[in-house]
């Protein structure tokens, strides 16, 4: 099977701070991925320069297939990528079914399936039903609590339906039933055969959730491998636990 | 409603407008409809990247005097050849060409600016083309240009009676053009780029194209608003054709109006328009710009989102919403201790 991201000797720097330095990784069609890594390790900003916000200045991305080094956002966006955000951006003036409606009407628009406005119409319901939020579609994102918000960001990441979903920090600060919840939504998504990369803090979902974990130190991969394995690696515990 | 029945409304409100203004049977009506008018075409189309997109653009100047020095332009070339084939309606077209591609270019050139550089780009976009105009002699440079206006025009009568009619009808298309934006999925996309660009694109709205769709159309009808003036000041001189007042106003009147509607534009032009043309006739014609900035600061203070936004907020106090609260916290067994 062909891999459907792979990310190869990637680099970044903002000015004499290397943020990335020779990442390579790949993802499988279907794989639930961890990402994890301490605070300013780099994990956002691999994000970032995997779907276009920042431009990587070393190596290169392919997605699906084709190179999409030097590709807007957009672009990515239509090919498939989408990502949720550390901190939820929604669109503040548009209700709930307008925010999911976006990527509707310029992502899977863009593709070619042209729909109807009904149609649409029960697409952002439905989208909004998923994620439990189908009560509130006519509210303003203002309304809602900071879980609710974060489940907006799934599902407008949804909305574009993509192959692979960057669900960047979806969970953090959320309680322990919240968290759950999140999981429970983005396990559903890969049983869809959605592609999923977990960025995470919270061990406990991150271990749960992943079938493959990669650690993030410093702007270096140091582990890569079965969730158990990786956190028995004396690297990872150093990075983690200090010495 | 659709496009096509509100541009028909539009146009039925336009006659009325006409033939009230016409059965009051002074010429002076006229004169200062005109700029009541103009300033519903420019603060629409600065609406529609300001307010829709969220760009704020200082130019409108400089896309109006565009279109003003189109005109002045190719009425000298007509002068000049002895053909006088050119009608005003085409004279607009023209102008508005010509600002619709400046605004292309200055949207090219700008539009990775946000916020606050965004603005003094433009700002010194129009001092850019004021120091051109100036130095460019065939349009009569700093001296400024004469237009001679036919005195009267066939059916209608005074010329001043025409270019009313044409400023309305240009107002109509321009308010049909941004309610047009704001249902369609254009107005979706330029709602995102105004929330959040970077959730915009990760959504898939190609923000740097629709921000250049945005500046062109934007322009474009400045430029339109513009093309007539010549013709009805007479004498066109670039100091005051550049003047902050077209800035400062098509700024003010959305503000004042609501930016996130067509509503808006038309509210706050015709509410300060006509008021700026009372305070001209009764105290005088400096006082213009104060009673702007007056209004303006009150409207900052106490109703940011503009007159539509007080309405909304009225609306959303109404008794019957409380209702609907006290329905729900009895309905929902955790309000209930």
Not at chain 2, 291 to 302: T, Y
């Amino acid at each position: 099977m062909t891999d459907l991201l792979i990310i190869e000797n990637l680099g970044k720097r903002f000015g004499g701070f290397v943020a990335l330095e020779n990442i390579s990784l790949s993802v499988t069609p279907g794989e639930r991925l961890g990402l994890i890594g301490p605070n300013g390790s780099g994990k956002s900003t691999l994000v970032n320069c995997i779907c276009g916000t920042l431009r990587n200045e070393r190596g290169s991305v392919h997605f699906d297939g084709r190179s999409i080094n030097g590709l807007a956002a957009h672009q990515r966006t239509h090919l498939g990528l989408a990502r949720s955000f550390q901190l939820p951006r929604p669109f503040l003036s548009l209700n709930l079914m307008d925010n999911v409606r976006i990527p509707l009407l310029y992502t899977v628009g863009a593709r070619g399936t042209r729909r109807s406005t009904g149609d649409i119409e029960t697409r952002c319901v439905d989208l909004l039903r998923e994620v439990g939020l189908d009560a509130k579609a006519r509210r303003m994102p203002k309304d809602l609590t900071q879980v609710e918000m974060r489940k907006l960001e799934l599902a407008r990441a949804m909305a574009s339906e993509p192959k692979l979903l960057i669900a960047d920090e979806a969970m953090a600060g959320l309680t322990h039933s919240e968290v759950e919840e999140i999981l429970t939504l983005l396990v559903r998504l890969n049983e869809q055969g959605v592609t999923v990369i977990l960025i995470e803090h919270i061990m406990r979902a991150v271990m749960s959730f992943s079938r493959r974990i990669v650690v993030l130190v410093s702007g270096k991969k140091i582990a890569d491998g079965l969730p158990d394995d990786v956190m028995r690696d004396p690297e990872v515990e150093r990075a983690y636990l200090g010495q | 409603m659709r496009t096509t029945s509100f541009f028909i409304v539009c146009l039925v409100v336009a006659a009325a407008v006409f033939g009230a203004s016409v059965a009051i049977g002074n010429d002076y009506v006229f004169f200062a409809g005109y700029v009541v008018l103009q300033y519903i075409v420019l603060s629409t189309a600065w609406n529609i990247l300001g307010g829709y997109c969220g760009y704020v653009n200082f130019g409108t100047a400089a896309f109006f005097a565009l279109g003003a020095y189109s005109t002045v332009a190719l009425y000298k070339v007509m002068t000049d050849t002895d053909f006088y084939g050119l009608p005003l309606p085409v004279l607009i077209v023209i102008g508005g060409a010509v600002s619709g591609i400046v605004g292309f270019g200055m949207g090219y050139l700008t539009l990775r600016l946000r916020g606050a550089f965004f603005a003094i780009a433009t700002l010194a976009l129009a001092v850019v083309l004021q120091t051109l105009v100036v130095n460019w002699d065939y349009v009569g440079g700093s001296r400024g240009a004469y237009i001679l206006r036919p005195e009267n025009v066939p059916i209608i009568g005074s010329y001043i009676k025409y270019l009313f009619l044409i400023m309305l009808l240009l107002a109509v298309v321009a308010l049909s053009v941004a309610r047009l934006i704001e249902h369609s999925r254009l107005g979706y996309g330029l709602a995102t780029i105004r929330d959040d660009e970077l959730a915009a694109e990760a959504a898939g709205v190609p923000t740097l194209k629709l921000k250049l769709i945005a500046t062109t159309i934007s322009g474009a009808l400045m430029g339109m608003a513009g093309a007539p003036f010549p013709y009805y000041i007479g004498y066109l001189q670039p100091d005051s054709t550049f003047g902050l007042d077209y800035a400062v106003n098509s700024i003010a009147m959305p503000l004042i109006g609501g930016t996130t509607s067509w509503l808006g534009p038309l509210i706050g032009a015709i509410l300060l328009g006509s008021l700026q043309q009372i305070a001209t006739v009764t105290i005088s014609s400096a006082v213009n710009l104060l009673v702007v900035g007056v209004i303006l600061v009150l409207f900052v203070i106490l109703a940011p989102n503009g007159i539509i936004g007080l309405v909304h907020t009225y609306w959303q106090h109404k008794p019957e919403d409380f209702v609907g609260r006290r329905k729900v916290e009895t309905e929902s067994p955790e309000a209930v201790p």
